[in-house]
């Protein structure tokens, strides 16, 4: 069983470019939920999608912005990249389903993938 | 809203001691509480979950943590340190169990000594 995956590993980018970052959640798994974790901090919710819609959103600026496909896998986009975006960002996956019955909130724990680090120059 | 404060970015403990990671939470809610495991250059893993039911839950790697909801805390300890051990831990807390975004604290760098 294939855990979350994410693409690329690592990336480097310079001010004012954009960049798209991949994630496959784990399989069953039909929420996606992206974190950046800055170098000795804490990883920081950005936001969650289920259904292909945006559901819940973190305190970040509107640069970022994603998408979930119809297979559940995700991208997070960011615009006119700043230093300080330089991090690790981590995709999440969960559940809202267990077998045919849909729970309002997840039954499931969220399973963190292994990140990309993106480095902004 | 809700908050984590992790006490000590750094612990240091000798291989064979006891681990102790502490971790204080703030909800308006029922939290359910998390506690996540990050090696260097690696996603987290997770080590164990407080829902509803039993206040004290067991992990993986012989790690366990209580939830005492009248001191709002939510200890790690693990009776005997392993160098395996050594890695960030984080604290995390939610309003449910995956459908809605964590919020974690700053991490504990666990340090093992030989």
């Known amino acids: ?121 | 809203a809700q908050s984590v404060t992790q006490l000590g970015s750094h612990v240091s403990v000798s291989e064979g001691a006891l681990v102790l990671l502490r971790c204080n939470y703030s909800s308006s809610v029922p939290p359910y509480l998390f506690w996540y495991v990050q090696y260097p250059n690696q996603g987290l893993q997770l080590l164990l979950k407080y829902t509803t039911g039993a206040t004290l839950v067991k992990g993986i790697n012989g790690f366990e943590a209580e939830f005492k909801k009248s001191e709002t805390s939510f200890h790690l300890t693990k009776p005997s340190a392993h160098m395996s051990d050594a890695a960030e831990y984080f604290c995390a807390v939610s309003v449910s169990e995956g459908a809605d975004g964590l919020t974690f604290g700053k991490g504990t760098h666990l340090i093992i000594q030989p």
């Not at chain 1, 004012?16 to 990883?43: E, I, M, N």
């Not at chain 1, 975006?85 to 996956?93: G, I, V």
Request: net charge negative; glycine share 10%.
């Open chain 1, 1 to 121: 069983d294939a855990g979350v995956t994410q693409s690329p590993t690592h990336l480097i980018k310079t001010r004012g470019q954009q960049v798209t970052l991949r994630c496959s959640p784990k399989s069953g798994h039909d929420t996606v939920s992206w974190y950046q974790q800055a170098l000795g901090q804490g990883p920081q919710f950005i936001f969650q999608y289920y259904e292909e819609e945006e559901r819940q959103r973190g305190n970040f600026p509107d640069r970022f912005s994603g998408h979930q496909f119809p297979n559940y896998s995700s991208e997070l986009n960011v615009n006119a990249l700043l230093l300080g975006d330089s991090a690790l960002y981590l995709c999440a996956s969960s559940s809202r389903f267990h077998g045919e019955i849909l729970y309002i909130t997840s039954t499931d724990t969220q399973y963190f993938g292994p990140g990309t680090r993106l480095t902004v120059l």
